[in-house]
């Protein structure tokens, strides 16, 4: 399976970008599906998860802002972003998170860079 992530870019704060994950394979649909970000010198961090039933949880920091949605039948996850901040400057990646242990179920991608502007 391969993950890519698009839709990053130069962004000014209160912009509200769309990210998209596209998979090679039906782990959209699979599996409960996680958009993780890593901003230069932090560990990467979980944003936002979709279950396979269609709950979401958010981190506090993005709640109220973001929005994580899946098309099973595409294969893609996406964030909708609004109301960026600077601190959301970070390279975003998607991925499939192993519940009952740890790891994730595909190699992660390159990330898609998002760089909110003051």
């Known amino acids: 399976v391969q993950l890519q992530a698009s839709g990053g870019g130069l962004v000014q704060s209160g912009g509200s970008p769309r990210l998209s994950c596209a998979a090679s394979?039906?782990?959209?649909?699979?599996?409960?599906m996680g958009w993780y970000r890593q901003a230069p010198g932090k560990q990467r961090e979980l944003v936002a998860i979709i279950t396979t039933g269609g709950s979401t949880n958010y981190a506090d920091s993005v709640k109220g802002r973001f929005t994580i949605s899946r098309d099973s039948a595409k294969n893609t996850v996406y964030l909708q972003m609004n109301s960026l901040k600077p601190e959301d400057t970070a390279v975003y990646y998607c991925n499939a998170p192993k519940i009952t242990s740890s790891g994730w179920y595909a190699p992660w991608g390159q990330g898609t860079q998002v760089t909110v502007s003051s």
């Open positions: 394979g039906r782990i959209v649909s699979a599996y409960h």
